[in-house]
């Protein structure tokens, strides 16, 4: 079996306040595969609140 693996994200950072911050992230995965059922393709959407003080 072959496969061809690709990959691409990325993510923003803001701050809401002085040591409060909001993390966006996406990432895209494709996966191509001699044997069509390995095919795929994954969207993951992620979120979360930093502090630091």
Known sequence: RRDD??????????E???????NLNYSHTRAD????IYNYKKNIYSFGVDYSF
Not at 16 to 22: A, H, S, Y
Not at 33 to 36: C, K, L, M, V
């Open 5 to 14: 693996i690709y990959s691409a994200g990325g993510g923003v950072i803001y």
């Open 16 to 22: 809401l306040l002085k040591g409060l911050n909001l």
């Open 33 to 36: 595969s001699n044997f069509a």
